[in-house]
């Protein structure tokens, strides 16, 4: 047995053991009624993504009620406000693209949820929007939730006048990001070459580049480009930087593995999506395959699913997105499931949108966070979109990406991108 299949031998076990239903075990703070009030019978077992030593949030004292929730949306991005009894708002943003949808989701199946629940609870609002749309699981209603869920934080933050992060028990510091490329139809001389630009001029000391098509079914995006990419970028960037791959739920085990021995070869940290992300078992397969580090998630927003994902060991690095997953709330519930198998958790932030403000809040709190994601795609439309929409413009320096300083996410919302939104209302 190598030290690798050790690992990870330890790793399933640690997950058994966080995942296992405990049963009879003594009530956790102030909010144990919830939990106890879900627990079939007797005990407590882990809903919706709670571990053993879960500690419901309770960041503010009780006695403010949510009484509005609007949304703003401009092309594929959509900001959510939410309005308290007092006055004070938070503001937060659901996931982007089909943002004029989700923002529908979030009128007729999320708000009417949330209208009049004390601000404080916030774990129970979250459930109680997946409990009550448990005919409509998942997707829409997750991206739809998250809107709500990070304007909570925001409120939370400008209340008491701290970061979220601070809230979250970490300080708001420059984090190491890593240069994502969305792209799969730039040549490879091009990709190689803006990389190798980046990391002089920014500092980056590690990147993402595509292979195969997204679930393509083992098509590579131009013939031999996966192949071909995989040197020509290490050869670029020197080996001094770190390189990960993402396939996008592409391959099959057997094509799968193969491409990971090429990265193996040319010395890349982390292997992402390599199979089509609900054939868990197939990622398990090329997990224990390879050497090289899987990972994968960000479609991920079933708790139970993700249960199953850590305890099986199919990947050994979680991404959920923070705007996918529900919000912040059942990011860090997945957090906590990977701390406790012992596994790394890089969120999924493939855009400058607040998603990646929110995900850097996150990673300044986690023990066990990675590098931050930051795309590489300056002139991308949903790269502009958010540049209008909310001040500081996020950046990367020395390798680092800055995070926003002040209460709650610490930024501000463009007026003149609210003026030419379209904005909706559901309020009590
Ligand atoms: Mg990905």
Redesign the pocket.
Known sequence: MNMETSRRDFLKTAAWVAAAPVVGRAAVGATSNAQQAHAPGRGVYPYLGRTADYREWSVVPRGLVITKVETFRRNMLALVRVTASDGSVGWGQVAPYEANITVDVLHQMVARRVLGKDIADIDAINDAVIDANMKWPWSMVCRALSGVDTAVWDLYGRLLNKPVAELLGGTVRPLVAYGSSMRRDISLADEAARMARLKDEMGYRAFKLRLGTPTGHNRDAAPGRSEAIIPAVRKAVGDDVELFA?A?SCYTPDVAIEIGRRLEDANYAMY??PCPYWELEWTREVTEALKIEVSGG?QDNDMAQWRRMIAMGAGDIV?PDICYVGGLTRAWRVAKMAEAAGIVTKP?A?NVSLVTVFTMHMLAALPKGGEGEFSIEADAGITKEARAMFEPALEVKDGKAVMPDGPGWGIRVREEWIQQAERKVTEK
């Open positions: 993402d996008n992402e999506e960000e991404q999924h493939a």
